[in-house]
């Protein structure tokens, strides 16, 4: 398990010269088969010659990333540009005054961060970002206390189909992948997302993400079971799981009024229409 630096000032890791020309050309070179090649072999000389953590400034934020042991953070280091773009840029360009964003499977809230940089423009935006392991909430707080005007509220739980205490299993290679299951190593605290909005206060959300590595389904039933139409969000960008969905997640979005607006490599763009 790589170590959770939490308590370094940032700029600590700065990166070396090399490793700082790298992220400058991978960054730029954009996201055509040639580019993706490009980035592939420098990201890997890169990561060779550093730290297991950079200190760097992504999504007008100064974030604190891991080079190993967690694969979104480490493409989004490099090349945040072939990171879900569309997902993000969708949800940011929508925000204004009073905007909700709540970001479920946070992982070091680059999905937050990103849209941040749209939401901390307008007054009264919330950023809710959820996640259960312990070892990315670290980093996911250490990286919000660094960036108060981001209007980020941290919460280390699990959304689930009903509150209580889980266990949470992920894979050292990629902790972004973790999953709740029986013998699990973490112990985590879950909680339905109806009963999340309403201990919030929250009135009205603007936009969800859902990346919960295929327990989309435990999110998404009981959420559209037993809330009012007024809790739905209007934008939903939910993780293509099919092949480990029973019900197909998609038509029950449908049903309560969605439609879909794009679908992407990885994920459905949803929005609501009344």
């Known amino acids: 398990m790589i170590p959770v630096d939490n308590s370094s000032k940032f700029g600590t890791y700065k990166p070396n010269s090399l490793t700082s020309i790298v992220i400058l050309i991978t960054r730029s070179v954009g996201k055509s088969w040639l580019s993706k090649r490009i980035i592939f072999l420098l990201r890997r000389i890169a990561i060779a010659l550093s730290k297991d ?8 934020s100064s974030l604190r990333m891991y080079t190993k042991g967690n694969v979104s953070e480490k493409r989004a280091l490099f ?3 072939i990171f879900e773009e569309e997902e993000r840029e969708y949800i940011g360009q929508r925000a204004k005054d009073n905007s909700v964003f709540i970001d479920i499977g946070a992982n070091i809230g680059l999905y937050s961060f990103s849209v941040g940089s749209s939401y901390k423009k307008f007054k009264n935006t919330k950023i809710y970002s959820i996640e259960p392991h312990p070892y990315l909430f670290k980093r996911l707080l250490y990286n919000a206390s660094l960036n108060n005007d981001v209007p980020m509220h941290v919460k280390e739980m699990a959304i689930m189909d009903r509150s209580g205490k889980f266990n949470l299993d992920t894979p050292n290679e990629n902790l972004g992948q973790g999953v709740i299951s029986k013998t699990g190593e973490h112990l985590v605290v879950g909680k339905k997302l109806s009963e999340f909005i309403l201990d919030e206060g929250i009135k009205e959300v603007s936009a969800m993400k859902i ?3 295929g327990n989309e389904e ?3 039933i009981p959420f559209l079971k037993e809330s009012k139409d007024k809790y739905l969000p209007l934008i939903i960008v939910i993780e293509n799981n099919k092949r480990f969905w029973k019900k197909d997640l998609i038509k029950l979005l449908e049903k309560r009024g969605y439609v879909i607006k794009k679908r992407t490599r990885m994920n459905y763009i949803l929005e609501l229409y009344n």
């Open 53 to 60: 953590c950079i200190d760097t400034n992504l999504f007008n």
């Open 218 to 220: 435990k999110v998404i």
């Open 79 to 81: 090349s945040p540009q």
């Open 211 to 213: 990346d919960v590595e």
